[in-house]
């Protein structure tokens, strides 16, 4: 296996920085960025953006696959297929190793999967670490490549009932015999937050399964610090680096995290100063070759005696408190109830609601636009809170568009206050509909849309308009 080099996370918008070879040596590829949620007569599916991964696919960089929406860490899988455009990627790109997340995003409440809407942390006890072995060796099967679990960030307080994080890590990989992309910002926001050093952690890995080392950069928030991926690496996340670097003798990338949202703190010049940072790091690897273990099997003799149903329970349950918690939701808490006054549930759940903000201001721009010129920042604030509780998060942005758009249209008292809210509302839900599923939608205004619409895109509610009726139909591609 040959060594890839310093990295980056591939985005559209950091396209130049890869036209440069010498620079970056691995481009890395989160798949599930390019997927939509589509809605059949025979269920949900995923489709993905198979020109831009085609594009992706050019780029002469050695491929790694990170995967962002199946972790590997808890007992609920994706009820939507996603094996097919995995693998259509995984063939396409041809990555020299695969990872996903060692967290989970998916329960179960009332017979019914719910989103969590995060990347939450799993349950560190030996019933977590047999769930995560199981699910590694499904994964590695299904995919037929190497694979690696990323060491994730986790805003709770240290537990007496869960095993400290660098054994929990370490039990993982040993017993799934898998590789590990050791994320040395996960691990320092760790220790950051109150939980174990990151030197310690360290101390209890498998080193020789480090395949990957991702350094990003974060922000401070309400007395945290988020691995938000938003700025330059910290001189402190750099000297961990260089500390542990030449401890790994089967290191294979060094992948720097900047999300496109982000990347006007730093700039291109900067991802560049930042690449040629890590190259400087890359250079304390010991001189030792590359080897990813090509066997997709895993061993499972520390798990083969144990309660397979009681540790599936246990998870679950953990899963389910958790995302309860987060939620306050007390009706779906089967034990551990004590997560609701861990403060790290303020974090998780104000990160999950400023996604889904984030997600309804893009996929429903002039609906939110109108909304907070016409009622303000707390009124329309407090009616996001009303639509949160009573929705659950939804991963893909037109989904929860379509969520919140019908929220807002079963509120005609909200309705009836702003001229034009329902005409808007129902003109992006067109559109939000015939993306995610095959529809036509015929829509009828009082006025001229275009005038709505630019007063809007200026940021203004719009005036008194004169009275002219206009039909309009969307429709699905």
Not at 65 to 81: A, C, F, N, R, S
Not at 226 to 245: F, K, M, N, R, T
Not at 306 to 316: G, T
């Amino acid at each position: 296996m040959r060594e890839l080099g310093v990295g980056l996370v591939y985005w559209p918008e950091l396209a130049a920085v890869f036209e440069d070879t010498a620079s970056v040596g691995a481009l890395e590829v989160e798949p599930q960025a390019y997927w939509e949620k589509v809605r059949g007569s025979e269920g949900d599916h995923y489709r993905p953006n198979d020109a831009l991964l085609q594009q992706i696919a050019q780029y002469p960089q050695a491929k790694l696959l990170h995967g962002v929406g199946q972790p590997i860490g808890g007992t609920v899988d994706d009820p939507v297929e996603y094996l097919a455009p995995l693998k259509s990627a995984i063939d396409l790109l041809d990555p020299v190793w695969i990872s996903e997340h060692l967290s989970f995003n998916r329960t179960v409440c009332d017979g019914t999967c719910q989103e969590a809407g995060f990347l939450l942390p799993p349950r560190q006890s030996p019933a977590g670490v047999h769930q995560a072995v199981l699910n590694i060796e499904k994964y590695a099967q299904a995919t037929k490549r190497p694979f690696a679990f990323e060491t994730g960030v986790n805003y709770l307080q240290r537990r007496d009932d869960e095993i400290d994080d660098g054994a929990y890590f370490g039990a993982v990989a040993a017993q799934a015999e898998c590789g590990i992309v050791l994320d040395l910002h996960n691990l320092w926001c760790n220790e950051k937050n109150g939980r174990g050093r990151v030197l310690d952690v360290i101390a209890k890995l498998p080193l020789d399964r480090v395949w990957e080392l991702h350094l990003a950069g974060g922000m401070a928030f309400q007395g945290y610090w988020l691995d938000a991926h938003s700025d330059v690496v910290p001189a402190g996340v750099y000297e961990l680096a260089a500390q542990i670097i030449p401890r790994l003798p089967n290191l294979g990338a060094i992948v720097f995290e900047i999300l496109p949202q982000h990347l006007p703190n730093i700039g291109i010049d900067g991802v560049r100063r930042q690449l040629a940072a890590l190259d400087e790091l890359w250079l304390l690897r010991p001189a030792r070759t590359v080897v990813a273990n090509d066997a997709v099997t895993t061993r499972l003799t520390a798990c083969a005696d144990r309660d397979h149903a009681a540790d599936h329970e246990e998870v679950a349950a953990w899963e389910a408190s958790l995302a309860a918690a987060i939620r306050g939701d007390k009706e779906c808490a089967p034990r551990f109830t004590e997560l609701s006054h861990d403060p790290g549930i303020r974090v998780f759940r104000e990160l999950i609601n400023d996604a889904r903000r984030s997600n309804l201001s893009r996929s429903l721009r002039y609906t939110t636009t109108l909304l907070l010129v016409a009622m303000g920042m707390r009124e329309t604030l407090a009616l996001l809170d009303a639509y949160f509780a009573q929705q659950t998060p939804e991963t893909y942005a037109a989904i929860e568009a379509d969520h919140f758009a019908s929220f807002l249209l079963d509120h005609p008292d909200v309705l009836s206050r702003i001229p034009y809210l329902s005409e808007v509302v129902a003109f992006e839900h067109a559109l939000v509909r015939a993306t995610i599923r095959p529809t036509s939608t015929d829509l009828v205004w009082s006025t001229d849309p275009t005038a709505i619409l630019s007063a809007l895109d200026e940021g203004r509610a719009p005036a008194e308009l004169p009275s002219v009726r206009s039909t309009m139909r969307v429709s699905s591609a």
